[in-house]
């Protein structure tokens, strides 16, 4: 199906999981997980922490082809490498239109920025 979406779903291959009792897969929002719909303006993932919500937005990421820790495609760095194996997992589809400029933006990343003082350097 053709759409003007980025990115208009994320399939987990469940036939490729080993053990569906081992993290990341066995946290709810994965375990769950079949296909997830994203909507054309905004998806909101909500729930209760730990359930999965972070680990899947990162997995997704990845899959882009993102850092795991935030930024633009040309943007790599690494404090230490946190992610799960979800990534491998993932089925991405597509739209036909391809975004100007793109960046994953994590909650974690703006804290550190946000809360860096200048006089640490």
């Not at 303006?41 to 899947?56: M, R």
């Not at 946190?82 to 793109?102: D, N, Q, Y």
């Amino acid at each position: 199906m053709l759409t003007r979406q980025f990115v208009s779903h994320v399939t987990l291959r469940r036939e490729t999981v080993t053990a569906f009792d081992a993290d990341p897969f066995s946290l709810p929002a994965v375990r769950a997980l079949n296909t997830l719909e994203l909507h054309p303006k905004v998806t909101f993932f909500v729930g209760e922490n730990g359930s999965g919500k972070s680990t899947l937005m990162e997995a997704i990421a990845v899959a882009l082809v993102f850092n795991a820790e935030g930024g633009s495609r040309n943007f790599h760095f690494s404090t230490h490498a946190s992610h799960s194996e979800l990534h491998a997992h993932l089925r991405i589809a597509r739209g036909f239109r391809k975004p100007r400029t793109e960046f994953f933006l994590r909650a974690e990343s703006f804290f550190n920025v946000a809360t860096k003082h200048p006089a640490d350097g």
